[in-house]
């Protein structure tokens, strides 16, 4: 995993170093570029935003799964205690801002939490038509992806700050699996014991998005920015809801490039009967990110 994010990594510096030498190519070349403006309020002004980088995640994964021998709710897992899926790894995250208008902003970011863990647990496991043994070695396998598309309108809109109402989707897409010893309730009640591998119970969920976001050019390289979503919803098989919590700084060491820190925090705990998935889940990350922001 470390090494697939540092090859990761490399290729976003390698992609940061072609802007770079584009833009001095371009001002070599006797481009008329804008100097009177610092790199952080260029920022603000930039026609695309672009960052890129990794962080430290601690993931949280729970839920139960309604089957023909559970139609009730199999149990509560708490698969960070159970399996070990909260421990912190690196992985990558990106976002691309496109600035349409002075006002107007189209924002698109994309992340992926993919866990797989063994363990040998001490008590049996119901998930639906499953029960996992006790005393058995069981793999879980998360994995949960966020696409997310949305629209800004910057009501606030200074040359060294810039406030903005949010509105766009979050496609979020997870899935859940175990393998191991167990016994299985078969449709005509029959009940079979081996080894099994459970159904990939999974769900693509479209969700709406509702926030506000807050960009400010604190001095000449110092930016900071921050965003929250908050939301509720009920429709079509999905009831919960979720909240995403952005907060960053960044340290603009040219009219195009910076590093930043910041802190990122998603969860979300909905009630399914949608696609293969039908029970309860309550998921979600949170972390440090440490991200390269480019400007252009």
């Given at each position: 995993m470390r090494s697939c994010n540092l090859a990761h990594l490399r290729l976003i510096a390698g992609v940061l170093g072609v802007f770079a030498a584009t833009s001095a190519l371009a001002q070599s070349s006797g481009v008329v570029t804008t100097m009177e403006l610092s790199p952080t309020q260029e920022l603000l002004t930039d026609r695309f935003v672009i960052d890129l980088g990794a962080f430290i995640v601690s993931s949280k994964v729970n839920g139960s799964l309604r089957g023909d021998a559970n139609p009730n709710g199999g149990d509560r897992i708490d698969f960070d205690k159970v399996f070990g899926t909260d421990a912190d790894a690196t992985r990558v995250r990106a976002a691309v801002l496109w600035r349409m208008t002075k006002r107007q902003s189209l924002r698109f970011a994309y992340f992926d939490d993919s866990v797989t863990r063994t363990r040998t647990i001490d008590q049996d496991i119901n998930w639906g038509d499953y029960t996992f043994l006790?005393?058995?070695?069981?793999?879980?396998?998360?994995?949960?992806?966020?696409?997310?598309?949305?629209?800004?309108?910057?009501?606030?809109?200074?040359?060294?700050?810039?406030?903005?109402?949010?509105?766009?989707?979050?496609?979020?897409?997870?899935?859940?699996?175990?393998?191991?010893?167990?016994?299985?309730?078969?449709?005509?009640?029959?009940?079979?014991?081996?080894?099994?591998?459970?159904?990939?119970?999974?769900?693509?969920?479209?969700?709406?998005?509702?926030?506000?976001?807050?960009?400010?050019?604190?001095?000449?390289?110092?930016?900071?920015?921050?965003?929250?979503?908050?939301?509720?919803?009920?429709?079509?098989?999905?009831?919960?809801?979720?909240?995403?919590?952005?907060?960053?700084?960044?340290?603009?060491?040219?009219?195009?490039?910076?590093?930043?820190?910041?802190?990122?925090?998603?969860?979300?705990?909905?009630?399914?009967?949608?696609?293969?998935?039908?029970?309860?889940?309550?998921?979600?990350?949170?972390?440090?990110?440490?991200?390269?922001?480019?400007?252009?």
């Open positions: 006790a005393n058995a070695a069981v793999t879980a396998r998360t994995k949960f992806s966020i696409y997310e598309a949305s629209y800004e309108f910057s009501f606030l809109n200074k040359p060294n700050y810039k406030v903005a109402v949010v509105a766009g989707v979050h496609v979020d897409d997870f899935s859940i699996g175990l393998a191991g010893d167990a016994t299985v309730t078969l449709p005509d009640g029959t009940v079979q014991t081996g080894s099994y591998q459970s159904k990939n119970s999974s769900v693509t969920a479209p969700l709406p998005v509702l926030g506000l976001r807050g960009d400010w050019a604190v001095t000449d390289h110092i930016y900071l920015e921050g965003s929250a979503e908050v939301f509720k919803f009920s429709y079509e098989g999905i009831d919960g809801n979720w909240s995403v919590v952005w907060a960053g700084a960044s340290w603009m060491f040219s009219h195009h490039f910076g590093i930043g820190i910041a802190y990122d925090r998603f969860q979300t705990n909905v009630d399914l009967s949608k696609g293969s998935f039908n029970g309860r889940l309550n998921l979600g990350y949170q972390g440090a990110v440490l991200y390269i922001k480019g400007g252009f």
